[in-house]
């Protein structure tokens, strides 16, 4: 709070030392992308299979590791709620809507996980059912992350926003950056996890969704400081600048890394 009126709750977080315990739950947000990405990725690229068989395949893939790929959501959640409650009765009201889909979605995609093998007349629905809800929890995850990004207004330590704050043209960048982001991990995955004509597929979708990745990476990056004054002073003011310069360097390296493995 500033005389009364709101301010950036993550600029206002970003004024503040580092804290050891953010720390630990950056790790496991961090942790939680990696692995419950390919694994919605799976469901993302699902449509773009025909073959029923190459389905069985990639779910096969991640049936042995999905259901406990979750478990580093709840603990990012719970671990927010225990280490910062303040932050967490903050966030959470400005972030009910693309949370509480993300949540349906990933309850419609569990159960279609489950059910898609009990019926073959009706599989297709659960097909369909097991796709969408993957594409809409990584959809609402990376809108939530805008959201966040851009800035939650507060006042007297309370969220001071509307319902619908969350939907921004940042958000639903950075919702489509995941989208494609964890389908290039599925893609990855799949080139790792399967042969024959499936894992040729899956090259050439990670070839595709790398670009699209990269060009989307850029944007989000591009635009970012811009948001608020003190990203942009923490991104370009020395000697921070030096510390921004590493990051384009770090994903050139990942990008090689990714080109030349494919």
Known sequence: EDGGRPVEAAAALAQRRVHPHGVVIGIVD??????????????????????????????????PVWDGNETWLVLGGGGLLAVFPLAYAVVLPALYAPLIAMLLALVLRGVAFEFRWRTKRGQFLWDWAFSGGSLVATFAQGMALGALVQGIPVVNRAYAGGWWDWVSPFSLLTGLALVMGYALLAATWLVMKTEGELQETSRRQAWVTGAFTIVLIAAVSLWTPFLEPLYFARWFAWPAMLFSAIVPLLLLVCIYGLYSGL
């Open 30 to 63: 961090v942790r939680g992308v990696d692995v419950d990405g390919f694994d919605l990725g799976v469901g993302i690229l699902f449509p773009l299979t025909r073959k029923s068989h190459d389905r069985d395949v990639m779910i096969n893939s991640v049936a």
